[in-house]
């Protein structure tokens, strides 16, 4: 009687949504999501947290010297900061999860700096209507698919069902978001780089930082096998003489192969080789980094 009376006051599909949300809630205890976010040591305290305020151009003056080749300079760096904070009982955060904000240091001389800091923008991420602090929506996060849990599947099909409720269309799994571990600078392209999906290109100014999108290296990333994009490497290796470009990765999504892709660009930034490895196990961990020598390349799996 009460969901019927729900349904004629709010409409069935509204209905629908609040059922579903309520066995997410259930079954989000049941799989201890809270628990998990707040248990201790927590690797998202302190100067860990996530932070939300974005600055453009902070002038500051610091002690010592800045070496006279690198004044006009600057240095950015990449990390995830998860836009919803703090996760709460909705979805397990990850350190490696959350999205790509870059931080920028002009190196001015005379003991200055300017720094900036700012999410990396594009279709993935609107955010016209988002406020810091806002309640994370339900879903699966790097750290649900790594923690597991007894309902996790569960919750999936739930998560997928209100999506079609709501006439969301899921994205590509690797087109989830630009990657949120390493900018890489190759030929003409500026890439964020993850080892879980496409590099996303972006363009890096003094004023400010423009997305490009998602892309597959002309071509390179695309599999005949498998899903259809490969995914890229966190810390691709570039040859200091030839300026070639060196990267092995393995797909996590759904329908990847037990396989490790390996790939190489030219100096000026056009594709050169990509072939399949195979391997025994499937793709349970990443392949992070390689060594690079005079005549190898070094890849661990395991």
């Excluded at 990390?79 to 955060?93: E, I, L």
């Excluded at 030929?187 to 964020?192: A, E, G, N, V």
């Excluded at 050169?272 to 961990?285: L, Y």
């Amino acid at each position: 009687m009460l969901v019927l009376t729900i349904g004629v006051w709010i409409g069935p599909k509204s209905s629908l949504i609040l059922l579903i949300d309520f066995g997410l809630a259930i079954l989000n205890r049941l799989d201890g999501v809270e628990q998990f976010n707040t248990k201790q040591p927590n690797y998202v305290d302190g100067n860990w947290a996530p932070t939300h305020q974005e600055l453009d151009q902070i002038k500051m003056t610091g002690s010592g010297f800045i070496p006279e080749n690198l004044i006009g300079g600057m240095y950015v760096r990449n990390g995830a900061n998860p836009k919803c904070w703090p996760p709460s009982d909705r979805v397990k955060n990850h350190a490696f999860g959350g999205e790509a904000m870059l931080q920028r240091i002009e190196l001015l001389g005379n003991q200055e700096i300017k720094y900036s800091n700012g999410y990396v923008r594009g279709d993935h991420m609107d955010m016209t209507k988002w406020k810091p602090n806002q309640k994370c929506p339900y879903g699966i996060t790097l750290g649900d698919r790594l923690d597991g849990g007894t309902y996790l599947l569960l919750r999936l099909q739930l998560i997928n069902w209100r999506m079609k409720l709501l006439g969301i269309k899921p994205p590509v799994f690797e087109k989830s978001q630009p990657g949120s571990t390493s900018v890489v600078k190759h030929s003409h392209r500026t890439l964020t780089s993850t080892e879980s999906w496409l590099p996303y290109e972006i363009r890096i100014k003094r004023e400010g930082v423009q997305s490009i999108g998602f892309t597959d290296m002309d071509g390179l990333l695309q599999q005949d096998s498998g899903p259809k994009y490969a995914a890229f490497s966190a810390h691709p290796g570039i040859d200091p003489e030839t300026e070639e470009m060196f990267f092995f990765s393995r797909n996590h999504g759904p329908g990847a192969l037990p396989q490790i892709l390996y790939g190489s660009m030219f100096g000026n930034g056009t594709p050169r080789a990509q072939f399949q490895i195979p391997v025994d196990n499937p793709p349970v961990a990443f392949v992070h980094d390689l060594f690079l020598t005079e005549k190898f390349i070094v890849v661990i799996e395991g």
